[in-house]
């Protein structure tokens, strides 16, 4: 196995979690807004447990976007701190 | 090519250590985000240190270079390679002179002075002298030995540390599961290059000593009156007789031990550069190398491990 191949192999799956990271970013998103919206036909007992489950999955999907649409970002702005 | 393996490695850190952190946020789990939050510190001091990789590698060897005792290497374990491969081959010369030492001995030890119904073995007392003698010379054998192998090894060191252990560690130390590896990898490549031949090229180098050794088995080899006779003449007692006497006056024996006395000198310097000298390196760089390991192989905001 060379190291051209397992660098293509890391390329793959670097490919990969692009592409998947902004897909679970915006399922979240949704779920949470679907989860909110059904807190709001529940009980006024469990309704908070649901909102704050809604809120905290369009938290994460904010910042699980952020995060991936910045790694590029990140990583070059990383790159450059010790120099 | 490794570097450009571990950027995508911290890439893949970046982007998995987002999707920990909103994972954990999403579903409530603080261990979860915690260790987002980790890996994104980790990520980040990993992309500085790729940024820097160039500068790493420059700076390591530019103080190799700098170490003001080199005579013959461009840097440290070069410098040991050089070393050792010199010492190898004047422990080499030293053997050379001591067999032919040796070679003598066994020589007069078999002369036989004739008288008829008798006969007298005059310089039988030279075998404990001969037998100590080839004892050196098997010990100078296992120096010189020691010598090629430390040789070989300061070659391997010059050949792979910075150019294939300080990358791979750098990959290795970019993905969570393989932080402690990658950590130890970078530790042994800067404690190989750095370290292990420093401590060893800090012992005094035996080669003086090797030299003024090989000077008293010259003295012994080429002194005129020790020169062995031709075996044509052992059957003539009165030529025998006159190089006994010879023998005495050159004193032959003096000069044999101060040789033999100088070929322990040897051996133990040698012993001392190519045996014990490697080991308390070894011990020292190995210290080094877990002392790296704990320090770059650490997490940083709370001990998650792998999750």
């Known amino acids: 196995m060379s190291m ?4 293509t192999l890391v390329a793959g ?3 990969v979690l692009k592409n998947i990271g902004p897909m679970i970013s915006v399922i979240l998103i949704i779920l949470g807004g679907i989860v909110y919206g059904i807190s709001n036909v529940q009980p006024s007992e469990v309704r908070g447990k649901w909102q704050a489950a809604a809120i905290g999955m369009v938290v994460g999907g904010i910042i699980i976007g952020a995060i991936v649409g910045a790694a590029d970002i990140i990583q070059d702005i990383s790159s450059k701190l010790l120099q | 090519m490794e570097i450009g393996i571990a950027s995508s490695v911290v890439a893949i850190m970046i982007i998995l250590s987002g999707i920990a952190i909103g994972v954990g946020k999403a579903v409530g789990s603080k261990r979860l985000e915690l260790f987002g939050v980790e890996e994104l510190a980790q990520a980040m001091l990993n992309a500085a240190i790729i940024g820097v ?3 790493i590698v420059a700076t390591i060897t530019q103080v190799s270079a700098d170490i003001d005792f080199l005579t013959c290497g461009a840097g440290l374990p070069e410098e040991l390679q050089c070393q050792m491969a010199g010492v190898e081959n004047a422990t080499f010369s030293l053997m050379a002179e001591s067999e032919k030492t040796a070679l003598t001995l066994g020589y007069y030890e078999s002369l036989l002075l004739y008288f008829g119904s008798f006969d007298i073995q005059i310089l039988k007392g030279l075998q404990p002298m001969r037998e100590t003698l080839g004892e050196g010379i098997k010990m100078l054998n296992l120096n010189s030995t020691f010598a ?3 040789s070989q090894l300061a070659n391997f060191i010059a050949q792979t540390m910075l150019a294939v252990f300080l990358p791979l560690g750098i990959i290795f130390r970019s993905f969570f599961a393989t932080r402690k590896i990658g950590g130890f990898l970078i530790g042994a490549s800067i404690g190989f290059y750095l370290l292990f031949p420093y401590f060893v090229l800090i012992v005094p180098s035996p080669l003086p000593v090797i030299d003024n050794v090989v000077a008293s088995f010259k003295a012994v080899n080429e002194n005129a009156n020790y020169a062995i006779m031709p075996i044509a003449e052992l ?4 030529r025998v007789a006159e190089k006994l006497y010879m023998l005495g006056t050159g004193d032959f024996i ?3 031990i101060l040789a033999m006395k100088g070929l322990a000198d040897a051996n133990g310097a040698l012993l001392l550069y190519t045996i014990v000298g490697p080991a308390i390196a070894l011990a020292a760089t190995i210290v080094f190398m877990l ?6 192989g650490a997490h940083f905001v709370l001990n998650v491990g792998v999750v």
């Open chain 2, 53 to 55: 990789f160039a500068a």
């Open chain 1, 13 to 15: 799956w670097l490919e």
């Open chain 2, 291 to 296: 002392a790296i390991t704990e320090m770059l």
């Open chain 1, 4 to 7: 051209a191949y397992i660098e």
């Open chain 2, 254 to 256: 003096g000069s044999l």
């Open chain 2, 235 to 238: 059957n003539d007692n009165n």
């Open chain 2, 148 to 150: 090629a192998m430390n």
